[in-house]
């Protein structure tokens, strides 16, 4: 008997070994891996990160944060570019958005928030209680208060609930755990200029959708916004365990000496694998490629699952596809797997595939072969 709480449904398998956009398990059988963890390991098991992390575990793998880091101030440039922002670095998804909550909060001193219905931010009770769903919150009492639930692509709707309370507004530019629903343009720039025009802050989970997960560095890019304020965790240290929540430099003074912090929070581990998987990020042309890995997987899923009646829409922004289906999930996630394919799923009705934005045409073909025999 296991002596886990059985808060997750794990499969009957264990990866015992990565390479690439590769995973063993323990019996030696090969996996082409079209989940990267849960948009996790973006570049795939990398050499690069791997021997980045090696050769930091050699120096020193953890100081706290009463010392200078030159590691994080690395990785925030990185991370910055010629942008004005500054960086707080954490743990998790979670954290990153309870950073960008507090920061919220504290520099605009109001503390209503709208997030938006079907979103996910997280499982701390202040992601929590962002987060558009029920089923996330059941039996756990009252959450943190003040959050309002707009519906997704609809303006009206966040003005009508908008107000001299509201701090911010906090959004998925694609909702990734519901089913892979993109964000309309209109809807974007039409709420990025309501924000600025009232004195709101637009925050940004980049949670899942950040570290060329989209095919940009962030989501936003495709959008032509900058949002006040910005999360990252998935895919920023490549399975390495880090989040970072980035603010507009006029926010500083909320995030004063003393006023938040993490034990753990950038550490030189998670720093080394981030920086390293950033350098990959910006190589020339890297985003691009991406970009149209992206694309040529969506289309040849629309091509390939036109006529399929179990499938009702292909859709997803870069390397962050959804396949809406009325087939049942669970027989597709196995009959994959039997075939050697690791998909995902999201909502209740969506395959997703978040694969390695490393992968190779001859891998992205294997995978779309397989993905042909699971809908067939
Ligand atoms: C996964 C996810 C989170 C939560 O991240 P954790 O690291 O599990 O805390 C938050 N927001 C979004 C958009 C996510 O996809």
């Known amino acids: 008997m296991s002596k886990l709480f059985q808060n ?25 891996d079209f989940s990267s963890g ?35 101030e690395e990785v925030a440039e990185k991370l910055i570019g010629d942008r004005d922002y500054l960086a707080f670095f954490c743990n998790s998804g979670a954290e990153a958005n309870e950073a960008a909550i507090k920061i919220a909060r504290k520099a605009t001193g ?4 709208i997030t938006f219905k079907d979103s996910f931010h997280g499982r701390t ?13 059941e039996g756990f009492g009252d959450g943190v208060p003040h959050f309002l639930y707009a519906d997704y692509n609809d303006l009206s709707s966040v003005k009508s609930l908008a107000s001299e309370r509201t701090a911010a507004v906090m959004l998925e530019l694609v909702q990734g755990e519901s089913g892979i629903h993109p964000a309309e343009a209109d809807f974007v720039t039409g709420l990025a200029a309501f924000c600025q025009d009232k004195n709101i802050l637009l925050i940004v989970d980049e949670v899942q959708t950040g570290m060329g997960r989209t095919g940009k560095l962030y989501s936003f890019e495709h959008y032509g916004i900058e949002p006040d304020i910005f999360t990252l965790a998935k895919g920023l240290a490549n399975g390495v365990p880090v989040g970072a929540m980035l603010g507009k430099t006029k926010l500083s003074a909320a995030f004063g000496y003393g ?10 581990l998670a720093m080394a694998a981030a920086s390293a998987g950033l350098t990959i990020l910006k190589e020339d042309g890297f985003l691009e490629t991406a970009l149209a890995k992206g694309n040529y997987l969506q289309d040849q899923l629309k ?4 006529d399929n009646p179990k499938v009702t829409q292909v859709r997803g922004l870069g390397c962050m596809i959804g396949i809406e289906t009325s087939a049942d999930l669970g027989q597709l996630v196995a009959s994959a797997r039997a075939k050697g394919l690791i998909v995902l799923t999201a909502g209740s009705n969506v395959i997703r595939l978040l694969p390695p934005l490393t992968l190779t045409k001859d891998e992205l073909d294997q995978g779309l072969a397989i993905l042909q025999e699971v809908f067939a």
Request: charged share 20%; proline share 2%.
């Open 125 to 137: 009770f202040g992601s929590m209680s962002a987060t558009g769903q029920d089923k996330i919150k």
């Open 259 to 268: 006023s938040h912090g993490s034990t753990f929070g950038g550490n030189k």
């Open 8 to 32: 997750y449904k794990r499969a009957a398998i264990e990866f015992v070994k990565a390479e690439g956009s590769y995973l063993f398990d323990a019996d030696g059988k090969k996996y082409l």
């Open 110 to 113: 109001k503390q209503e928030i």
């Open 303 to 306: 091509t390939m699952l036109a």
């Open 38 to 72: 849960i948009g996790v390991t973006n570049l795939g098991f990398h050499p690069q990160v791997k021997a980045a992390l090696q050769a930091q575990a050699d120096r020193i793998w953890h100081t706290p944060n009463l010392y200078q880091n030159s590691l994080q």
